[in-house]
């Protein structure tokens, strides 16, 4: 007789596996991988915590790249001693940033089987420390004012001057900073880069942000790029607004293509590049990629040398520390005869010497540094070029010996004389006396 179907029993559901209720009911972050590095398995807490559901995962291995879920992967898979059958803990930054807060505390259970084997890997995440709110890391105030007295020691002072060239020079690094036009400064060393950039980037448009200088030839290259970009680097926010490169040419290329494309990019920052030579010469060369030229050296500008500048030298040491006097004539002949092959740097490290040395007297020339003052005594002692004799005196002199000298070798004989200069003896005769020789006695016929 066959059964009723209104009074059949329903088919039970299949009962779900204890592991998968207990990760279910718990409220720490678990996810279960396959020997295969595939996920096999992510709790509700795991979900909450990654913002991405596990049923669009299930199945994906875990790889290094060209996965949509790469970015969760990178932060979540477990390092090689894992898969070697070692448990791990790490700390990692979530997907899409390049440090915290927050920081992703993962840990990691192998699970072994036969022999060397791994069956699976448990693991776990924590997330700890919150992300700040926006506005939330606000300085006090005493850093504001920190940074605008700091901001008000950087000036174009080192420009001001009756010549058109610095004037220009001015206003070009004024504009530069306001559009954020990339710039190439050619200068000596010494001559003030560093200050002029940090001048133009208090009345630049990104003087609320960071102002950072690098030294692109006194650095390691592989310490310039972690500075800028490794794991929190200067290039992983927005937080520079000037970036200063002295001697980019001195960079690997490939780290140029690097700050190339960052300073490039929106929200990079204003780049300002400085050299002892143009940058077209830098590119024919090779020491530099082209990208530099063509993007990154818009305004190209030169700062003069000290030497060429000397009538402001007055002011300039006056800036560099007031004495209690201004220089007298002497001390700034003395400073004038140097060619400062270091220019500012040298003045200053010289005329802080020289007030050492005065003992806070009035500078006087035997303060100034022994080098300065003996370069100025060589060139005061050298010896005047002594003046030429005039042309008529030259060639009158040059003929009485040719005379004389002649005669001497045709014993007297005028006619034979004459044949050895090359000219007639009445010639000969009108020479000798119009230039007061002695006549000498005709030899024997």
């Known amino acids: 007789m066959a059964s009723d179907p209104a009074n059949a029993e329903p088919t039970p559901k299949p009962r779900e596996p204890k592991w998968r209720s207990l990760f279910r009911r718990s409220r720490s972050a678990v996810f279960v991988l396959g020997g295969n590095r595939r996920l096999r ?7 909450a915590a990654t913002g991405v559901s596990p049923a669009k995962l299930r199945g994906t291995k875990i790889s290094a790249s060209r996965t949509p879920a790469s970015p969760l992967w990178a932060a979540l898979a477990p390092p090689p001693e894992v898969w070697r059958g070692e448990s791990a803990r790490v700390r990692r930054a979530p997907p899409g940033a390049d440090c915290g807060p927050p920081w992703w505390d993962a840990s990691y259970l192998p699970l072994r089987g036969s022999g ?10 924590d997330i700890v420390g919150e992300t700040p709110p926006r506005g939330a890391a606000k300085l006090p105030a005493i850093f504001e004012t920190l940074r605008r007295r700091r901001g008000a020691d950087f000036t174009f002072d080192l420009l001001v001057g009756d010549s058109p060239a610095l004037v220009r020079l001015q206003s070009q690094l004024r504009w530069a900073a306001e559009k954020g036009a990339p710039t190439w400064i050619v200068a000596e060393a010494g001559t003030g880069k560093e200050s002029l950039t940090r001048a133009a980037h208090t009345v630049g448009r990104e003087r609320e942000r960071r102002f950072v200088a690098l030294d692109c030839r006194g650095l390691q290259p592989y310490l310039l790029e972690g500075l800028l970009f490794g794991k929190g680097g200067l290039a992983s926010g927005r937080a520079v607004g000037t970036l ?8 690997p290329r490939d780290l140029q293509n690097r700050i190339a494309e960052w300073c490039g990019s929106a929200g990079g920052p204003h780049l300002v590049s400085a050299s002892a030579a143009p940058v077209a010469e830098q590119v024919a060369s090779g020491q530099l990629i082209p990208r530099f030229q063509m993007q990154l050296a818009m305004l190209e500008v030169r700062v003069p040398p000290l030497r060429e500048r000397f009538a402001e030298l007055p002011r300039f040491l006056m800036r560099i520390a007031p004495s209690p006097a201004a220089p ?13 092959p270091g220019n500012f740097h040298e003045l200053a490290a010289a005329w802080h010497d020289a007030l050492r040395r005065g003992g806070g007297a009035p500078v006087a020339p035997e303060h100034l540094p022994r080098y300065v003052r003996e370069h100025f005594l060589i060139a005061s002692s050298a010896q005047t070029p002594r003046k030429l004799p005039g042309l008529d005196a030259v060639l009158e002199s040059v003929e009485r010996r040719m005379i004389a000298r002649a005669l001497a070798l045709s014993g007297g004989g005028q006619a034979e004389a004459a044949a050895k200069l090359g000219i007639v003896r009445a010639r000969l005769a009108r020479r000798i006396e119009a230039l007061k020789l002695a006549r000498p006695p005709e030899p024997n016929s």
């Open 41 to 47: 398995y992510a709790n509700p807490a795991w979900e």
């Open 116 to 125: 060397d084997k791994i069956l699976g890997v448990i693991g776990t995440l």
């Open 244 to 251: 200063h490169l002295k001697n980019p040419e001195k960079l």
């Open 328 to 340: 007298g004539e002497e001390v700034l002949r003395i400073l004038r005869s140097h060619p400062w």
